[in-house]
């Protein structure tokens, strides 16, 4: 197996590995973990194609790089905008009725007199809300405890939740919300990616909504990544600290995750992310590893320069496109449109140079 080939059937394994993992355990990778192998895959899938593979290597390399950049493209997109929700801690949560997964009638009023916990998740096609409520499942000792009834919106049809009820038996109530009229009601639709009625479509925010006993609001948490869930073991502690015997329902609460900031007062709750998702789409750790996959495919290729600065072009194209990403999402900051020109200038510097490589290869010049 020459070295091209091995990078082919390398990135291959290590991106359909990750999906694989995903799809067949219903546990992501940690979002680090996971935008690391999607960054490796890809790079990994453009050093094979500079470096001569064969045939077979042609496609194998193709098949992984196309998979590692779709699999880069959606930890790009996994950013949720600040989204001011529709309700405030002290308010009182709006009233809805909807079909559940069994397709009998849901009325959240009719649970007046109990305590909800109501989740709002993207839908049971997605692998990190499964996981997410997996977890919440394995509380559910500690929920009935508190007095707690676990309630999930998604946009899903009731024939969907039901076979999904019927291959997860958790005890929780699923609600369907097709149309996104819960969703939009209580203002956490996003337009975002997803493989189901896609490529871009309304879906909830993830979100989870502590109600009292009365109807009011006491607690909210609002994720601002799709990758990234509130642990329940931490949502539960600041639960716990809001039902507590002093002031309960005004207790300020601390963040289940760096990612989600939750200042809880009488009358309002402020809900951010601590991260500018521009600057994060880029500050995944991936230059180092760049750097690493330029030498190592220098080292062992014949055309070292021409390697080395095809897998430069193809880390700046990358990021450059994640900029672009942050951009149309998050709006053109300044830091954000300064730092673009600096990647588009080096994006055409780098693309010039492997043409004036490629053509001084063809007559043979030396360096």
């Known amino acids: 197996m020459n070295i091209g080939l ?125 996981a997410d409520l997996r977890l919440w499942n394995a509380q559910r000792g500690e929920l009935r405890a508190l007095g707690l009834k676990l309630v999930a919106v998604s946009h899903d049809s009731v024939g969907e939740l039901r076979q999904f009820k019927g291959r997860h038996d958790w005890d929780m109530t699923l609600v369907a919300d097709p149309d996104l009229e819960i969703i939009r009601r209580y203002n956490l639709q996003n337009h975002n990616f997803t493989p189901k009625g896609g490529p871009f479509r309304d879906m909830a925010i993830p979100a989870t909504v502590l109600i009292d006993a009365d109807g009011k609001v006491l607690w909210m948490s609002q994720a601002s990544d799709f990758r990234v869930r509130s642990h329940p073991a931490k949502v539960l502690a600041d639960v716990r600290a809001v039902l507590g015997p002093s002031k309960p329902g005004l207790a300020p609460v601390r963040p289940a995750y760096s990612n989600v900031i939750s200042e809880a007062a009488a009358d309002s709750i402020v809900l951010g992310s601590v991260m500018a998702i521009s600057r994060v789409r880029v500050g995944f750790g991936g230059f180092p590893l760049a750097l690493s996959l330029i030498l190592f495919g220098c080292l062992l290729s014949q055309k070292r320069l021409l390697t080395g600065l095809t897998v430069l072009t193809t880390t700046v194209g990358v990021v450059t496109v994640a900029r672009l990403v942050g951009i149309a999402v998050d709006g053109p900051a300044e830091e954000a449109i300064r730092l673009l020109r600096v990647e588009i200038i080096l994006l055409a510097l780098s693309v010039a140079a492997i043409f004036l490589e490629r053509a001084r290869l063809r007559r043979g010049a030396p360096l």
């Open 6 to 130: 091995a990078f082919a059937v390398t990135s291959l394994v290590l991106v359909a590995s990750a999906f694989a993992w995903t799809k067949t355990t219903g546990r992501p990778l940690p979002p680090d973990a996971e935008r690391g192998v999607a960054f490796a895959g890809t790079l990994l899938g453009a050093v094979a194609l500079v470096s001569h593979p064969g045939a077979m290597g042609y496609v194998i390399a193709g098949i992984g790089l196309a998979l590692g950049g779709f699999f880069s493209f959606l930890t790009f997109v996994s950013g949720l905008p600040d989204q001011q929700a529709a309700v405030a801690v002290g308010s009182r949560a709006p009233d809805f009725r909807a079909f559940d997964s069994d397709g009998g009638e849901f009325r959240l009023s009719e649970l007046s007199g109990s305590r909800v916990l109501l989740k709002f998740f993207r839908g049971t096609w997605c692998p990190y809300c499964v």
